[in-house]
């Protein structure tokens, strides 16, 4: 069992919070989940229940999320990542494993370039590393909905552009997820301020992604149907972090943690653990391994190695 904390923590006035599960005998460093731009500290469930038994793990409502402050108006991704490295700051333990997706990929990616010291492995799922027009125009279409009061319209459109609607591609729980994903915008809409600038963060891609990565072993994934950043430009992020790995995850679009939430939660355990990826049968891609340059030492360590040849 468990032990659960909860802490407040500010940033230049603006009140967040964390949440940490602690595991008395832990297997690992302690694993921080970053996520999208509505995920908050208790909307990991099936991460609670496969890292808990191995390590400590830590939540966030950051700001604008949960019950924490609004994010300011005009507040950049800078602003955020003051508030990630509070949290690890007041975690007061030498390193930390880092998981983001979506929106929360490109926060903790941030981190790792800022705290390559400070990061023992980094997952990153769902990188928003490209926008198609389509996106662009999605959004405006989202945003005029919204204009005019029309909630059942911006959902409808906002829940269409994050999932993959292509009958062909086999994605189980289709018209569920799509049910979840529109009523969690419909929600959205109503009780979050600035609702379309989280939208805007989350689905388009901006230059947090620029500039590359090395000394932190890494691991790229998406679902094989992702419609938002294919998974040919996720591996082509992927390519920009010496050394790191990129699979994609069958049967699941953007929503992957939530159409497969439990295969999710057991990469993320594979990778932060050492162990290999290739016996699990939810990985559609292994990749090879992508980046180049020159990484840390952890590049070449074979027990670090996720993928064919482990």
């Known amino acids: 069992m468990y032990e659960e904390v909860v802490r407040a923590l500010a940033v230049d006035g603006t009140r967040f919070s964390y949440r940490l599960l602690r595991q008395p005998a832990p297997r690992t460093e302690p694993v921080v989940v970053l996520g999208g731009g509505f995920q908050g500290s208790y909307g990991w469930p099936h991460m609670e229940d496969r890292i808990t038994p191995l390590t400590d793990l830590v939540t966030a409502d950051l700001p604008g999320m949960g019950t924490s402050d609004p ?3 005009g507040s950049e991704t800078t602003f955020m990542g003051q508030a990630i490295d509070r949290i690890i700051d007041d975690l007061v333990v030498p390193r930390v494993n880092l998981f983001g997706y979506s929106y929360g990929a490109e926060l903790a990616f941030g981190c790792a370039q800022r705290n390559p010291d400070r990061i023992a492995r980094l997952v990153l799922g769902g990188v928003v590393s490209h926008t198609s027009p389509a996106q662009q125009a999605s959004l405006r279409e989202a945003a005029d909905h919204l204009a005019v009061g029309d909630a059942e319209a911006f959902a409808t459109v906002a829940a269409r552009m994050q999932l993959c609607l292509d009958p062909s591609r086999h994605i189980p729980r289709r018209s569920l997820v799509y049910r979840y994903v529109k009523r969690s915008m419909l929600h959205v809409a109503g009780h979050v301020p600035n609702v379309m600038e989280y939208l805007r963060r989350s689905l388009i891609s901006g230059p947090a992604f620029d500039g590359g990565l090395s ?3 890494a691991l790229v994934f998406t679902g094989e149907h992702d419609s938002i950043t294919s998974p040919d ?4 992020f992927a390519a920009t972090i010496a050394g790191s790995r990129f699979v ?3 049967d699941s679009d953007h929503w992957v943690v939530l159409e497969r939430a439990a295969d999710v939660a057991d990469l993320a355990v594979r990778f932060f653990t050492d162990q290999p990826v290739e016996p699990a049968s ?6 090879a391994r992508t980046g180049s ?3 840390s030492e952890h590049d070449t360590d074979p027990a670090r ?3 064919p040849g482990n």
């Open 293 to 295: 340059g020159h990484g």
């Open 248 to 250: 994609s995850i069958r």
């Open 305 to 307: 190695r996720v993928g």
């Open 233 to 236: 430009r996720q591996r082509e």
């Open 71 to 73: 994010l300011p108006a």
């Open 282 to 287: 939810y990985v559609a891609d292994h990749g």
């Open 215 to 217: 000394g932190v072993p």
